[in-house]
Structure formats: structure tokens, C-alpha cells
């Protein structure tokens, strides 16, 4: 069993994210307050269930600094869950639990160019099939640093 270690949202695609002490999701649109659930609101219709909710592991970051001397820290990810103890990776295509939230990995969440852009050079390389997960919200709530992760 894995838990969330820290919790971050942006309220733009490329503005700083911050850190929260509790994630209110919802389905069909994200995390309040965030970008995807902004954008969601805007347009009146729902967020695209890739972009609800994604997860990062901290072991992850942890290997990118020891393999390719890059510090990137949960909140430089853009990631909006940091995560320890859960291979994530292993949650695509799985219903999981997060607190008293049900998520549904839908496929990895690979670093991009833009990722690299806003951090540091050899990010995209240091973090390919380890940048984290994407998910769909199936049942809302709270989520706070501490929660524990398990599969549903």
C-alpha cells in the first residue's frame, strides 16, 4: 500500500503549481481548482478523463536525480499527486483507491517537451516510462497528504 505524499495544483498550463493540504475531486472535471477542472468549467463540459487526476512517484524523482544528477521536486513535476510505495504503472487500466476517492488509471503520463521547457534539460529522457500516471476520477471526494493508495 502506497500513500500521497503532497498534493499540487496549477491554475494555468504553464504558471507555478502550488501546494495544498486537501484535493477536492470530482468527476468529469478534476481537482477544484486546477487547471484541467478551470478549463472544464469554462467550457461547460466535462474535462478530458486522462487530465483529471495525475500521479507521480517519488521514487521516480529519486532515480532521476541518482541516475541523471536532476533534481526536479514533486511541485516541478506538474504531476498533482506525489506518491510513495505504489507502483503506478502497474494501475493503468485498474481502478485503485486513493483516501475515500476511486480513481481509474488510463495510461502513463509521459514527460513532453513542455515539462522540459518549464524544468530542467533531460528531464524528457531522465523520466520516460516513470513520469507518472494518468487518471480518471470514478468516485469523488477528499484527498489529503497521507491518504493511503491501494487497489480497488
Known amino acids: ?3 500521497v505524499l503532497a498534493i499540487h495544483i ?11 493540504d486537501a484535493a477536492h475531486v470530482v468527476p ?11 478549463e472544464a ?10 487530465n483529471e487526476v495525475t500521479l507521480i512517484e517519488s521514487e521516480a ?4 536525480r541518482r541516475d541523471y544528477s536532476i533534481e526536479l521536486t514533486g511541485a516541478e513535476s506538474r504531476r498533482n499527486l506525489l ?4 507502483a503506478l504503472n502497474h ?8 483516501g475515500e476517492v476511486t480513481l481509474h488509471g488510463i495510461e502513463l503520463c509521459e514527460p513532453c517537451g513542455h515539462l522540459e521547457r518549464l524544468t530542467k534539460s533531460g528531464v524528457v529522457k531522465g523520466l520516460l516510462h516513470r513520469g507518472g500516471l494518468r ?8 484527498i489529503r497528504p497521507g491518504d493511503p493508495i491501494r487497489p480497488d
Open 61 to 64: 524523482l529519486e532515480a532521476l
Open 135 to 142: 487518471a480518471r476520477i470514478v468516485a469523488g471526494g477528499v
Open 1 to 3: 500500500m502506497g500513500e
Open 83 to 86: 506518491t510513495r510505495g505504489v
Open 10 to 20: 496549477a491554475s494555468e498550463a504553464a504558471s507555478p503549481t502550488v501546494a495544498i
Open 41 to 50: 468549467q469554462r467550457r461547460g463540459a466535462a474535462a478530458k478523463p486522462e
Open 28 to 38: 468529469g472535471l478534476g481537482i477544484e481548482g486546477d487547471r484541467t477542472y478551470l
Open 91 to 98: 494501475l493503468v487500466g485498474r481502478d485503485f483507491r486513493v
